[in-house]
């Protein structure tokens, strides 16, 4: 039990377009949904924590209009990155945590981003 | 402020070897719980074991377990009998303790990568 997943494992895309990342929990009900991003031989980096239904809380020097994050029901959350740039570029994970456990965030596979 | 510090960037151990990874911490809180994760090159984070603050003995899962010195404020995860699986990077992270239980978040530290020689 307790698994996240998420959509897609990797993606290339051009500079301005904007990609979307989606987050899952596929067998528990996630009250919070938190996204890393991971540059390589790093440690994770915490950009924001959402809850269903109200607007995330991103964490000090994360653009908010850049990373568009939505967390539209307990299964559910999205991470946007609009108008992407080579900078972008990097490793995102997303986890969550719920009734499942007391004290255990659950990591989804990650997602691999590249801008061209 | 609550931080977590992993010394070690890069250890090399001989297969079947026991390995310990060090974590220390800081805190000022009487009550944080203790996190160790596994990260294989293909990037997904492997929770490995928890220790809670109050929690009187080491925890262990299977081949790993957490040597808590609580007064050392030291977290140090060991692995008994490596496997050339457990090739890895290693993150140590506490509960932030300005989040309720419910929504905690983690700080990490900055990891080791673990490489196991056949």
């Known amino acids: 039990g307790a698994v996240v997943s998420q959509h897609p494992s990797w993606v290339i895309c051009k500079s301005g377009t904007s990609v979307k990342i989606e987050c899952r929990s596929l067998d528990f009900q996630a009250t919070t949904m938190f996204w890393y991003r991971q540059f390589p031989k790093q440690s994770l980096m915490l950009m924001a924590t959402s809850n269903e239904g109200s607007k995330a809380t991103y964490e000090q020097g994360v653009e908010k209009d850049k990373f568009l994050i939505n967390h539209a029901s307990l299964t559910l959350s999205t991470l946007t990155v609009t108008s992407a740039h080579p900078e972008d570029s990097s490793f995102y994970i997303c986890?969550?945590?719920?009734?499942?456990?007391?004290?255990?965030?659950?990591f989804g596979p990650g997602t691999r981003l590249t801008v061209t | 402020a609550q931080k977590i510090t992993q010394t070690q960037p890069g250890m090399f151990v001989q297969e079947k070897e026991a390995v310990t990874l060090d974590c220390t911490y800081d805190?000022?809180?009487?009550?944080?719980?203790l996190f160790w994760y596994k990260q294989p090159s293909s990037g997904e984070m492997i929770f490995l074991i928890y220790?809670?603050?109050?929690d009187e003995q080491n925890a262990t899962e299977g081949r790993y377990s957490l040597n808590f010195q609580k007064a050392r404020k030291s977290a140090n995860l060991v692995i008994s009998a490596s496997q050339l699986g457990d090739s890895a990077m290693y993150f140590c992270?506490?509960?932030?303790?300005?989040?309720?239980?419910?929504?905690?978040?983690?700080?990490w530290g900055a990891g080791t990568k673990l490489i196991i020689k056949p």
């Open positions: 805190t000022s809180d009487q009550s944080y719980g």
């Open positions: 986890s969550a945590t719920g009734l499942v456990s007391s004290y255990e965030q659950y």
């Open positions: 220790q809670g603050s109050y």
């Open positions: 992270a506490m509960r932030d303790s300005r989040f309720s239980d419910s929504n905690y978040q983690l700080i």
